[in-house]
Every structure is written in structure tokens, then in C-alpha cells.
Antibody
Framework: QVQLVQSGADVKKPGSSVKVSCKASGGTFSSHTINWVRQAPGQGLEWMGR????????NYAQRFQGRVTITAAKSTATAYMELSSLRFEDTAVYYC??????????WGQGTTVTVS | DIQMTQSPSSLSASVGDRVTITCQASQDIKNYLNWYQQRPGKAPELLIY???NLETGVPSRFRGSGSGTDFTFTISSLLPEDIATYYC?????????FGQGTKVEVK
């Protein structure tokens, strides 16, 4: 059973960048997409973007366009999400989630990023 | 972007009650609709995909229905472990969008 294991919590200064990793243990990316979803404190879920690791193709939500970069290393089954020009309102839990033909069926444990 | 409107935003029910949540899409999304459960402090979990299909391992008290723009999520008999926030999500069109969530509490 594939698990997604994310990197640990991070604290960043406004204006800096953060890079969060998401490793698929117990399997490979296969033909799935890896999505990044964030959740600000007390708020709902917000999709940021996704990557098709086998093709290296990424799509981004318009509101993050230009600030977010999603990449994947097939050899290590690891996806990355880098968010730049951090603002206080980027403080959130960032999740990676695998999606196949339908829903996001496997989620990482979440990475707390605090901008302070 | 497709807007997903859930209601209610929160509810309180007794153990054994039937709980119903609705989700409305701003345009036709056919059956490209998923439901997730998020327990406090945990990552979301997929419960129902394609509007009405139960994800493997999910108890049968959870049910989804609907198509087009109007969808319903039901817990047939509420249990204490169902305390969570529930989200609908469309994947008909990029970007995938979520409803604002329904927080379910037990009386």
C-alpha cells in the first residue's frame, strides 16, 4: 500500500521560499498525479496544483501562478512543491495527495509551514 | 472556476441520527464529485468518488447521490467517530475545487 511521507514543519520569513517534499514509500508514482492542497488555520481545503510525474507536466491554480513550482523525481518517487515570495497568509498545512481516475485517495500527513 | 456550495456549514446531531449534507455546483459537473472526511488534526480521507461510489474500506453507512449540479451526502446512522468536517470536491474541470466544508458534531 502506497504511503506519502512529507517533510517536516518549517518556519520562514516573509519574502522567502519554502520547499516541501512528498515521498511515495511502498510503491511508485505509477500513472497517478500528485496534487498539492493547502489548509490555512481554521479554513477549508484549497488546491494549489498538480504534477503528472511520468510526464513531468504540471498544472497550477491561477492564484498561485508564478509563485508555485511543482516538480517530481521519478527515480526517488518524490514530489516537491516550492512556494516563493511567502506572505503571512501562506501560513498553512500543506498536503500532497495522489489522484488516479477519480478522487485523491492517498494523502500525506501534512506539513505545517509558518510564515513569521 | 467552478464554485461548490455546501450546506449546512455545521450541524449537531445525536448518535443514531441520519445526517444529510448537500453540495451544489455552479455548473454541470456530471458525476465528477467526491466526498472527503477530515477528522480534527488529520489529513482528509476519500469516502465517496464519482458521486455515489464507496471507496474501499469505507463503512456502508456513508452514501452519496446526485448528478449534474446537485449532490447529497448521507450518514445513515451517526456514530461518535463520525465527528469530522466533510468536504465535497469537483474534478470535472481544472482547477479541482472544494466546498467550504460541513462540520458535524455529536450532541
Amino acid at each position: 500500500q502506497v504511503q506519502l511521507v512529507q517533510s517536516g514543519a518549517d518556519v520562514k520569513k516573509p519574502g522567502s521560499s519554502v520547499k516541501v517534499s512528498c515521498k511515495a514509500s511502498g510503491g511508485t508514482f505509477s500513472s497517478h498525479t500528485i496534487n498539492w492542497v493547502r489548509q490555512a488555520p481554521g479554513q477549508g481545503l484549497e488546491w494549489m496544483g498538480r504534477i503528472i510525474p511520468l510526464a513531468g507536466i504540471a498544472n497550477y491554480a491561477q492564484r498561485f501562478q508564478g509563485r508555485v513550482t511543482i516538480t517530481a523525481a521519478k527515480s526517488t518517487a518524490t514530489a516537491y512543491m516550492e512556494l516563493s515570495s511567502l506572505r503571512f497568509e501562506d501560513t498553512a498545512v500543506y498536503y500532497c495527495a495522489r489522484a488516479g481516475g477519480h478522487g485523491m485517495d492517498v494523502w500525506g500527513q501534512g506539513t505545517t509551514v509558518t510564515v513569521s | 472556476d467552478i464554485q461548490m456550495t455546501q450546506s449546512p456549514s455545521s450541524l449537531s446531531a445525536s448518535v443514531g441520527d441520519r445526517v444529510t449534507i448537500t453540495c451544489q455546483a455552479s455548473q454541470d459537473i456530471k458525476n465528477y464529485l467526491n466526498w472527503y472526511q477530515q477528522r480534527p488534526g488529520k489529513a482528509p480521507e476519500l469516502l465517496i468518488y464519482d458521486a455515489s461510489n464507496l471507496e474501499t474500506g469505507v463503512p456502508s453507512r456513508f452514501r452519496g447521490s446526485g448528478s449534474g449540479t446537485d449532490f447529497t451526502f448521507t450518514i445513515s446512522s451517526l456514530l461518535p467517530e463520525d465527528i469530522a468536517t466533510y468536504y465535497c470536491q469537483q474534478y470535472h474541470t481544472l482547477p479541482p475545487t472544494f466546498g467550504q466544508g460541513t462540520k458535524v458534531e455529536v450532541k
